[in-house]
T-cell receptor, first 111, second 116 residues
Framework: SQELEQSPQSLIVQEGKNLTINCTSS?????LYWYKQKYGEGLIFLMM?????EEKSHEKITAKLDEKKQQSSLHITASQPSHAGIYLC???????????FGKGTLLTVNP | DGGITQSPKYLFRKEGQNVTLSCEQN?????MYWYRQDPGQGLRLIYY???????QKGDIAEGYSVSREKKESFPLTVTSAQKNPTAFYLC???????????????FGPGTRLLVL
């Protein structure tokens, strides 16, 4: 079966520290999506990666997709309390518009 | 403003009752989706629809039903056959770009369903 593993499950960092969240697929991805969610709210789209080796940045968040298109990382530089929330990766394996999501990473940023 | 609306924000259901969750979008998107989110489980796909009057089962369709009579609306009914309906339900929509997959799914604010 197709699987998507996200790590770590939770992360507590001090404000100003860098952090990385990982998402590993059991097979080659057609596309990988990163979302952020505040508890009890909808998902906010961050970035989408499709090409092997692709890297995208938005403000202090950088997402990368490896050359094999099976692993992605989300890196936050100089974290702020506003970065706190649940980060979810979503895998598209067959371009049929179905996304499979990881279980999420709960990020806490202490001031 | 364009977006996706879900109502109500909180919904209470008695045992044996069917309840319907509303999802409306004014983004002119062709595809719409329903997900269920449980603590520590991530999102799981219930149903999705790529075009009006057509929909497909997702990974956990048992105990749920949907309809897609209008492009902008995709209501989800949680039936009494769903044994564990307490969860956070999220609706999403996306354009249909002919398979290029340049676009992403946009999510509504969610509905929390509680069984009394």
């Amino acid at each position: 079966s197709q699987e998507l593993e996200q790590s770590p499950q939770s992360l507590i960092v001090q404000e100003g520290k860098n952090l990385t969240i990982n998402c590993t697929s059991s097979k080659t991805l057609y596309g990988l999506y990163w979302y952020k969610q505040k508890y009890g709210e909808g998902l906010i789209f961050l970035m989408m990666l499709q090409k092997g080796g692709e890297e995208k940045s938005h403000e202090k968040i950088t997402a990368k997709l490896d050359e094999k298109k099976q692993q992605s990382s989300l890196h936050i530089t100089a974290s702020q309390p506003s970065h706190a929330g649940i980060y979810l990766c979503g895998a598209d394996w067959s371009s049929n518009y179905k996304l499979t999501f990881g279980k999420g990473t709960l990020l806490t940023v202490n001031p | 403003d364009g977006g996706i609306t879900q109502s109500p924000k909180y919904l209470f259901r008695k045992e044996g009752q069917n309840v319907t969750l509303s999802c409306e979008q004014n983004l002119n998107h062709d595809a719409m989706y329903w997900y269920r989110q449980d603590p520590g489980q991530g999102l799981r796909l219930i149903y999705y629809s790529q075009i009006v009057n057509d929909f497909q089962k997702g990974d956990i369709a048992e105990g749920y039903s949907v309809s897609r009579e209008k492009k902008e609306s995709f209501p989800l009914t949680v039936t009494s056959a769903q044994k564990n309906p307490t969860a956070f339900y999220l609706c999403a929509s996306s354009p249909w770009d002919g398979g290029l997959r340049e676009e992403t799914q946009y999510f509504g604010p969610g509905t929390r369903l509680l069984v009394l």
